[in-house]
């Protein structure tokens, strides 16, 4: 299932962000491209097209940009299911000239066509014609294809010739025609601001006079100018002098830095839903193969049982591959088709999954959702096109749980199995009239490391043995890597870990793994030896040997930015604990410590203590949310160090 949600400015900017115009249209061109949805003409009478100032100079410009938008407007009619796009981009730098000198324009050919209407280069109030149509290359890329997912989508790709820094690269296109399995359903973005300064940022709508339009605001107030047009109504929205969109790093998942007004003609999640129960209908009989598998668990004893063995099915014998071409992008396929070829996206696994269960008399549902915004849907006018994942919620026992038939080398109980924080969904179910909230409450993640350290004399080896014990996702995550990862690399990266404080370590036996998959618990031991693990000091009177968390470390990491304007995302749900264990060559005497230190969505705890000839260290972190708010940022960076001064200890031997 295709990306379609909380981004689609970002998709808007990036195709048409080299897109200028001027005042003379050109004649009507004829292709030798050979592509029949490439045509080559003036814009359509309904355009208006707008056109930069060449005298203006502009103070949003800043020395380290290769780039400056002198106006980017797009223009939809929605009567005739037609966009315009136009930019004027002015080109500043070298490095501009390399980065900004290719057109290139996306579309899907199963139900869009692409007009050319111009390409040229503005240099000292003169315009260059840069649209030769012996030049134009249609290709069909395939961008997602290593992500397993086929779209059938081309580009129209341009490279320009003579491209100087100072010159305004100008184009224009339009785009008409949008995917058949919308049912007509409009959905589309105003920019408010882009990821680079623009002089001018235009959108002009053309809205069907008995239908509305829902205008939903995001990070800002705007509001469009109405204008009456004919059978229609112009919405337009005009921006002027807008700095570049500044965004700060390690943001909330759910968090959009951008502004940008959406547009959709749902009048509620009731409405979209019924739109997708149209989509999730099975109409087709099962094939003779479907039904005899199905006959076959319908003989498994218990509820739970059979939802696990579907469930185990669907996701480790069904491959994730998605052709997503036409109505494909959104439209899932007939179960029976992916059960017999074996493979589908997010969509056609979680159909074949719910009808399976529909059939054995259990209760399942398709259930959207959208990976990134999450709880940002809260704020989103309805649209169909909020989505870019599919799961399922299914009914065990009176008890409903949300799987994800697309995760793979998930075992153990529903109660076991983790989903990734998503926050909301639509259930696709007839009872359904909005959004649900998705608890994550299942396969709550946590890692327990256990470093058991033989230390001996100082000209001696030592040993460690390392033992993880994983439950949750962190089992998952662990049992798919030494599933798709060969042991030996595997065991090469776990080396290469203790080497920065123990150079003459080496693992003395292979690593052994036990995966107690009815609980979910994965489960692996380490074997080391170590050359030298003291280290003899400057004055040659004592030895050392060092205890670092580096595990620990990595989680109570500042952010690069620390005086925030917006919130801070961290990693969340996390629960990681790790225990040391030395036996030293004698006794030894160490005063015990204990110390917790809980900040702003996070707690962190410290203990030590000796006993006889033994020195034990545990250290405890764990997530408690995925964000800090602005408030508590100097707390949390604050407790962030207090962590970082107590984490190591050393033994010294005089």
């Keep these: 299932m295709r990306l379609s949600g909380s981004h689609l400015i970002r998709i808007i900017v990036s195709r048409t962000l080299w897109v200028c115009v001027s005042g003379i249209f050109p004649m009507v061109l004829h292709a030798n491209v050979t592509d029949t949805n490439v045509t080559y003409a003036s814009p359509a009478d309904w355009v208006k097209p707008h056109f930069f100032d060449q005298k203006s100079s502009s103070s949003l410009v800043d020395s380290s940009d290769d780039a400056h938008v002198l106006l980017f407007e797009q223009q939809v009619n929605a009567l005739q299911n037609e966009t315009f796009y136009h930019t004027d981009r002015q080109i500043l730098t070298l490095d501009g000239v390399q980065n900004g000198s290719t057109i290139k324009i996306g579309f ?44 059938g989508e081309k580009s129209i790709v341009l490279v320009l010739d003579d491209v100087r820094a100072g010159d305004v690269i100008d184009y224009a296109y339009s785009v008409k025609g949008e995917n058949p399995v919308f049912d007509g359903h409009f959905a589309s973005i105003v920019p408010v601001e882009m990821g680079e300064s623009a002089e001018q940022i235009l959108t002009r709508v053309l809205w069907p006079r008995d239908k509305r339009l829902f205008a939903k605001p995001h990070g800002c107030s705007v509001q469009a100018a ?85 469930l185990r099915f669907v996701q480790d014998n069904v491959r994730y591959f998605g052709i997503e071409i036409g109505n494909s992008s959104e439209e ?23 009808t399976i269960l529909r059939a054995l008399g259990i209760e399942a549902y398709p259930v959207l959702v959208n990976t990134t915004v999450r709880r940002g849907l809260d704020d989103w006018a309805p649209t169909a096109m909020a989505f870019d994942h599919c799961i399922a919620e299914v009914r065990c026992d009176g008890e409903f749980y949300f799987v994800d038939p697309t995760m ?23 009872r359904t009239t909005g959004l649900t909230v998705i608890s994550q409450t299942t396969g709550v993640p946590q890692t327990t490391t256990t470093e058991y350290f033989q230390i001996r004399g100082s000209q001696a080896s030592s040993d460690l043995t390392v033992v993880t014990v994983a439950q949750g996702r962190d089992a998952e995550s662990l049992r798919a890597m030494f599933a798709t990862t060969k042991r030996s690399d595997i065991e090469q990266i776990y080396t290469h870990f203790y080497s920065t404080f123990y150079p003459g370590i080496k693992m003395s036996s292979p690593i052994v793994i036990d995966d107690d998959q009815d609980q979910n618990i994965f489960q692996a031991t380490e074997y080391y030896s170590i050359d030298n693990a003291w280290t003899k000091s400057d004055s040659g009177q004592s030895y050392s040997v060092d205890f670092y968390p580096s595990s620990m470390n990595a989680l109570l990491k500042k952010p690069v930015i620390t005086d925030r304007a917006q919130p801070l995302g961290i990693k969340f749900p996390v629960h990681q604990i790790l225990r040391t264990e030395v036996t030293l060559p004698i ?46 940022v100097s707390d949390y960076i604050d407790r962030l160090g207090q962590c970082s001064k107590i984490l190591g200890d050393s033994v010294v031997w005089k």
């Excluded at 997708?276 to 319908?298: D, H, M, Y």
């Excluded at 793979?408 to 007839?430: D, T």
């Excluded at 702003?600 to 708010?629: H, W």
Aim: with cysteine; net charge negative; proline share 5%.
């Design 587 to 632: 006794q030894w005497i160490y005063g015990a410590s204990d110390k917790t230190i809980s900040g702003p969505s996070f707690t962190f705890r410290k203990s030590a203590k000796c006993v006889g000839n033994k020195f034990i260290m545990q250290y405890e972190y764990q997530s408690l949310d995925d964000s800090v708010s602005l408030d508590d």
């Design 226 to 310: 109405l204008v009456p047009a004919g059978n229609a109504l112009e919405y337009d929205w005009d921006f002027r002098q807008v700095p570049g969109i500044t965004s700060e790093d390690s943001l909330p998942n759910w968090y959009d830095p951008e502004q940008w007004v959406q547009l959709s003609d749902f009048r509620s999640w009731a409405e979209v839903n019924q739109w997708a129960l149209k989509l999730f209908q099975v109409t087709s009989p099962f094939s003779p193969e479907l039904s005899q598998q199905i006959a076959q668990w319908k003989r498994i004893s218990g509820q739970e049982q059979k939802i696990l063995a579907v």
């Design 332 to 354: 899932p396929t007939d179960p029976s088709v992916v059960f017999s070829r074996r493979f589908g996206d997010c969509k056609d696994k979680s159909l074949l999954f719910v």
């Design 108 to 151: 899907n050919p199963k139900y869009q066509s692409v007009t050319f209407h111009w390409a040229r280069i503005w240099r000292d109030g003169q315009h260059l014609d840069r649209l030769d149509t012996n030049k134009i290359q249609v290709v069909q890329q395939e961008q997602d294809l290593d992500e397993a997912m086929l779209n």
């Design 408 to 430: 793979n080398y998930q075992r153990g109980s529903l109660e076991a199995h983790y989903l990734p924080n998503y926050e909301r969904g639509l259930v696709i179910s007839p």
